[in-house]
């Protein structure tokens, strides 16, 4: 039996990161720490800070839904 490194919510540890090509920068000003980014990130690298999102860069691969996502504009994006 193949065994495959796993998180314990059952998702696959991969380095995504590397695969970006933008990265997304949490603009403090804007952000409300809604959650809503974190609810779209499909590899679930975006957790809640202190009133700010915080983001995973290491598995973050880049591929834009939060930005797309947030209510308040809170996400730019920055070329690798």
Do not use: H, Q
């Not at 314990?8 to 980014?37: H, K, L, Q």
């Not at 202190?50 to 504009?73: F, H, N, S």
């Amino acid at each position: 039996m193949r065994r495959f490194p796993m998180a314990n919510e059952g998702m696959y540890i991969v380095d995504t990161g590397s695969w970006r090509a933008f990265r997304p920068v949490v603009n403090a000003d804007n952000c409300v720490d809604c959650g809503i980014c974190a609810m779209y990130c499909p590899v679930n690298c975006i957790s809640g800070g202190e009133g700010l999102a915080v983001i995973d860069l290491t598995y973050c691969k880049g591929c834009g839904l939060c930005r797309v996502e947030c209510p308040k504009d809170a996400i730019d994006w920055v070329e690798e």
